[in-house]
């Protein structure tokens, strides 16, 4: 079993920057494949980044230039450094990861618990 565990949001002044953090722990091989969602209230989970080892890294209209998403894959971690943030970045945002378990040759899709970020003066 592999768990996908976020921190690093909180309450956060326009304009201010956080980093969220997301670390696989368990039983993890490999991680094929991570990106950061988020959900605001009332409105669909939408994509913020994507990336894999080795390639690139996709983001959201909406964040590009501000977010910066990174994995450090000897620590199982994927990074989402947040800055100039503005009211509607303000959502609970969620971990994404294929994870290859040991002894496995599937990949399978983890969620973390999501961790909320809101931005407001």
């Known amino acids: 079993q592999v768990q996908l565990v976020e921190s690093g949001g909180g309450l956060v002044q326009p304009g201010g920057s956080l980093r969220l953090s997301c670390a696989a722990s368990g039983s993890v091989f490999s991680i094929n494949f991570m990106a950061w969602y988020r959900q605001a209230p009332g409105k669909q989970r939408e994509l913020v980044a994507g990336f894999s080892d080795g390639g690139g890294t996709n983001y959201a209209d909406s964040v590009k230039g501000r977010f910066t998403a990174s994995i450090d894959n000897a620590k199982n971690t994927a990074y989402l450094q947040m800055s100039s943030l503005k009211p509607e970045d303000t959502a609970v945002y969620y971990c994404?990861?294929?994870?290859?378990?040991?002894?496995?040759?599937?990949?399978?899709?983890?969620w973390g618990q999501g961790t909320q970020v809101t931005v407001s003066s």
């Open positions: 994404n990861a294929l994870v290859v378990e040991k002894g496995k040759i599937y990949d399978r899709n983890y």
